[in-house]
């Protein structure tokens, strides 16, 4: 069995580790910021254009646009899902007995994580049931859930393409040359 270092931290545990703030660092929190203004701008706090900026900027442009397309696909999986389940709960009023409630919610993970697979897209199940729960656990019995759950889709929208046009924008990491070509100059 591995050390619980080389477990717990991602690169082993270095004594002498350097931190930086790189241009994701910088590109992040740029993105974050621009969120919050948009929020403002609409009248409302965009938690989850937040959070969708801050999952999706990555080092490059490439690798920011396939994870801010995992995070949309992820995130219409389960607004589908948890509209369905609202949409039920309206009809038969399952939370009048809230463990059946639960229940249901629980094993909707199932056709979730499902649909995550067939789509082809594993890496985006996870993110598909968090989105499921937020909409059909912390939103039932609202006046409009729906709503809510549009909103979720849009805040996320805003946050996957204001971390897109932040990553197209500001320069990248200078590419690293190989030590052949370094030590040529």
Known sequence: ??????????????????????????????????????????????????IAAVMCVQKSTEMTLKNSFNRFVGTAIGGVFGVALLFAETQIHMQRWMPLYIFVCSFMMIPIIVTALALHKPTVAGFSCIVFLSISVYHVGDASPYTYALNRLL???????????VNLVMPGAAPIKPPEEAAKK
């Open 1 to 50: 069995m591995k050390r619980w270092r080389d477990i717990l931290f991602d690169n082993g545990f270095e004594e002498h580790y350097h931190i930086h703030i790189g241009m994701r660092i910088i590109k992040t929190a740029l993105a974050v910021f621009i969120c919050g203004l948009l929020g403002v701008l609409r009248g409302e706090m965009t938690f989850f254009a937040m």
């Open 155 to 165: 805040d996320t929208t805003i946050g996957i393409i204001v971390a897109l046009l």
